[in-house]
């Protein structure tokens, strides 16, 4: 059955490393997606791609950067890793139309 | 800009009871699709139920239905014969058409059935 995955589970950070967040789809979708989930503020995306080699910012992409250099995978990376970037982490993947997206088991992240 | 807004924090149902979960969405754009997800205490976004702007029917999947009002800008979600294991939060979804394929997702209803 295809699926999405991401790793780690779970991540415990301090302030300033770098981090990469997995992501990773069989479903063989050209669309991907990152989200992130706090209390109070539903999920709100960090970043999409429509296929290789295209990415594209959404509405909290500060702090946040992807690459896409196959299909399968977009992993999510924390440039310099803050507090306020603790979060739960999702990835998506959808097919064109009707749009509906499968979301990964998501990433709990801790930037102490 | 689009917006999904759902003004149930939290909602109690009792066992086998049936229960709607009310969703409003604002755009402009004619052509849209409405979505449903259900996040469960383990954390997965599990998807429920889709209904496009252009559907003539309301949709529906299983023990789901979509109550779609396209005039009042409603896509209620009801849940028929309520279980222990629809306790979880739900999330009501908006994608446009053209506009990248996201998801603007609302804040979410956190359902308990009670038994």
């Known amino acids: 059955d295809a699926e999405i995955t991401q790793s780690p589970r779970h991540k415990i950070t301090e302030t300033g490393r770098q981090v990469t967040l997995a992501c990773h789809q069989t479903?063989?979708?050209?669309?991907m997606f990152w989200y992130r989930q706090d209390l109070g503020h539903g999920l709100r995306l960090i970043h999409y791609s429509y296929g290789v080699q295209d990415t594209n910012k959404g509405e909290v992409s500060d702090g946040y950067s992807v690459s896409r250099s196959n299909t399968e995978d977009l992993p999510l990376t924390l440039e310099s890793a803050a507090s306020s970037q603790t979060s739960v982490y999702f990835c998506a993947s959808s097919e064109m139309d009707p749009g509906i997206q499968y979301f990964g088991a998501g990433t709990r992240l801790s930037v102490l | 800009a689009q917006k999904i807004t759902q003004t149930q924090p939290g909602m109690f149902v009792q066992e086998k009871e049936a229960v709607t979960l009310d969703c409003t969405y604002d755009t402009s754009d004619p052509s849209y699709g409405l979505f449903w997800y259900k996040q469960p205490s383990s954390g997965e976004m599990i998807f429920l139920i889709y209904?496009?702007?252009?559907?003539?029917q309301n949709a529906t999947e299983g023990r789901y239905s979509l109550n779609f009002q396209k005039a009042r800008k409603s896509a209620n979600l009801v849940i028929s014969a309520s279980q222990l294991g629809d306790s979880a939060m739900y999330f009501c979804?908006?994608?446009?058409?053209?506009?990248?394929?996201?998801?603007?997702f609302g804040s979410g209803t956190q359902l308990t059935v009670l038994p």
């Open positions: 979804a908006m994608r446009v058409s053209g506009s990248a394929r996201q998801l603007t």
């Open positions: 479903w063989n979708h050209n669309n």
């Open positions: 209904q496009g702007s252009y559907d003539q």
